[in-house]
């Protein structure tokens, strides 16, 4: 069983990139390459945490920002250790991280996707827009959500 003390959240760096790119994988049926992940070290808009069990990558939360506005691209826990607060943790890491810098936070997910929905809505998040023909593989409407991020 997962303890929660065995658990920490760091930023990607060039150890962890090729982890994170294969949790992806795992994750989406459209994932980003590990080159792209490789890019998002370098990129001043971009920010990746790692959730780590036991010195082993489990899963990660990639975003970019923009002046106040931050957008989650990607959130993916291994399927073994979901349901045990690992992205949780990731977001709330990220929160910390970026309070003073950003004020709001969206994200796009898929409108069949109800495990992140609801990770999302207890997170404060709310519905604030629908793109009908927004996902490919499968095709997919997409659930647009918002979240301040002011105190
Ligand atoms: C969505 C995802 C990131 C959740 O990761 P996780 O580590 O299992 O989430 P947590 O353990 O922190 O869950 C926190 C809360 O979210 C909700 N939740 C998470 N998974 C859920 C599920 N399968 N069904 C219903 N609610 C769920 C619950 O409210 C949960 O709290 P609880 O366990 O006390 O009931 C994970 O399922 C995943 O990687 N999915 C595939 C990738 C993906 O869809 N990413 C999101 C779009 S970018």
């Known amino acids: 069983m997962m303890q929660k003390a065995d658990l920490h959240i760091e930023l990607m760096t060039e150890h962890t990139v090729s982890a994170v790119a294969a949790i992806a994988a795992a994750c989406f049926s459209t994932p980003w390459s590990e080159g792209a992940y490789q890019r998002e070290l370098t990129n001043p808009q971009a920010i990746t945490f790692v959730a780590l069990q036991k010195d082993t990558p489990v899963g990660f939360l990639n975003c970019g920002f923009l002046l106040d506005e931050l ?81």
């Open 71 to 151: 957008t989650i691209n990607a959130l993916a826990v291994l399927p073994d250790y979901r349901r045990l607060g690992v992205a949780s943790a990731l977001l709330q890491a990220l929160f910390e991280w970026m309070q003073g810098i950003c004020s709001v936070c969206y994200l796009e997910v898929r409108e069949s996707n109800l495990p992140a929905r609801t990770l999302y809505e207890s997170f404060g998040f709310q519905q604030n827009g629908y793109r009908a023909r927004y996902y490919e593989d499968p095709p997919e409407p997409a659930i647009l959500m918002i979240r301040s991020l002011e105190p």
